[in-house]
């Protein structure tokens, strides 16, 4: 649901004075706050104009997600988000391979993605012709892709998966073996995770890694715990085998916020990205967050000016476009997704209800 109205400094200020994360990348005062505000009515009375609504992945700059956002949320929401809207331009405020993913499901749609550097360590560590490649070599397979790949490799995969629904979508699969990429960390705990619940399966995996998430280890963890003995210690499966094995709760980022939403606790080590750390302490003030957060610099790379700039006039490089053919390709694997996750009921966006 778009946002209707144009917000002032004092609003948006109540949104973001409790963040404390990222040092000054994420910190506001009132004064920023006015200086942020014309831009972003700029940004809301243009969308109204071009028909258009801004789709923001939880790691984005503060600003953006309480400023400007219509959506908020991890991949595979923002996914269904960008098929329910009836808008005519979807501006993904996130990385290419999310804006690749809304084109794929809306070939009718405007996507642009104001990103000045899209990239994903992820999505970039493999390409079509390497999986072309491992086809013929592991011919009984299934192919499983993380979101977390370009359009041509979703192209050449089965079913696409989301840290939201992996667990759930490889345990369903009826073949017992199964090849996922890109994230060797990720193929991991998948293959940990599948002997907990007794499912037998053969996991082979790519050597793919999230350069924010793999820097995270269970040191860390010990570290905390022993100076807050109620802490719960939040993490995403992009994290080595060790981090989630001495995690509280694993998910994909809108599950980490939902969990820490119920959670009793008062303390919580979150370990990705400081957008979700920004929004922990945005929404839910009264807990409190220990330990550090690292910064995803393509993420980070989304601006209010540069999402004003992408509504005014789209450079080539911010269009989505994708060749028809690749498109029904990849579109098959995201089908397959849905399918396994239908009965599954998709939240609606935190910010905007
Ligand atoms: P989510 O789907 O959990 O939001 O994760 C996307 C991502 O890029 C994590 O690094
Ligand atoms: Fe990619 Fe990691 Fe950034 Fe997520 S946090 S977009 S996986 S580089």
């Known amino acids: 649901m778009p946002n209707k109205?144009?917000?002032?400094?004092?609003e948006l200020y109540t949104r973001l004075k409790n963040i404390k994360v990222g040092a000054s990348v994420c910190q506001y005062s009132l004064?920023?706050?006015?200086?942020?505000?014309?831009?972003?009515?700029?940004?809301?009375?243009?969308?109204?104009?071009?028909?258009?609504?801004?789709?923001v992945h939880?790691?984005?700059?503060?600003?953006?997600?309480?400023?400007v956002a219509d959506f908020v949320g991890d991949s595979y929401k923002l996914s269904r988000d960008a098929m329910a809207t009836k808008a005519k331009t979807l501006v993904f405020v996130a990385v290419r391979?999310?804006?690749?993913?809304?084109?794929?499901?809306?070939?009718?749609?405007?996507v642009l993605v104001p990103a000045t550097d899209p990239g994903c360590t992820l999505a970039d560590s493999i390409t079509a012709e390497?999986?072309?490649?491992l086809r013929t070599e592991f011919p009984e397979h299934t192919f499983v892709c993380y979101v977390n790949t370009s359009v041509d490799v979703k192209a050449e995969c089965d079913v696409c998966?989301?840290?939201?629904?992996?667990?759930?979508?490889v345990e369903q699969l009826k073949s017992n073996k199964v090849y996922f990429l890109p994230d060797k960390f990720m193929g991991e705990n998948l293959m940990n995770e599948m002997k907990k619940r007794k499912v037998a399966k053969e996991i082979l995996f790519w050597k793919g890694t999230c350069?924010?998430?793999?820097?995270?280890?269970?040191a860390a963890i010990f570290k905390v715990r022993s100076e807050y003995p109620d802490v719960k210690i939040v993490s995403h499966p992009e994290c080595n085998a060790e981090v989630v094995r001495n995690s509280d709760f694993v998910g994909g980022t809108e599950q980490m916020l939902d969990y820490m939403?119920?959670?009793k606790a008062s303390h919580f080590l979150m370990l990705t990205e400081c957008g979700l750390s920004a929004r922990l302490q945005s929404e839910f003030p009264d807990k409190n967050l220990v330990g550090s957060c690292t910064l995803c610099k393509y993420m980070k790379s989304n601006t209010l000016e540069g999402i004003l700039q992408t509504l005014k006039a789209p450079t080539s490089l911010q269009r989505v476009h994708i060749e028809e053919p690749v498109r029904l390709r990849a579109l098959k694997s995201l089908d397959a997704m849905f399918e396994y996750t239908k009965h599954i009921p998709v939240k609606k966006s935190a910010v905007c209800e």
């Open 211 to 218: 350069y924010v998430h793999e820097e995270y280890d269970a």
């Open 5 to 10: 109205s144009l917000i002032t400094a004092e």
């Open 58 to 67: 939880s790691y984005v700059s503060p600003e953006i997600v309480y400023g």
């Open 97 to 110: 391979f999310m804006g690749e993913t809304a084109k794929i499901l809306n070939p009718d749609k405007e």
């Open 261 to 263: 939403r119920k959670a």
């Open 161 to 169: 998966v989301t840290s939201a629904n992996v667990y759930q979508i």
């Open 130 to 133: 390497d999986v072309r490649r």
């Open 31 to 55: 004064k920023k706050c006015a200086e942020l505000v014309p831009v972003i009515n700029e940004i809301q009375r243009l969308k109204k104009e071009k028909d258009a609504v801004i789709l």
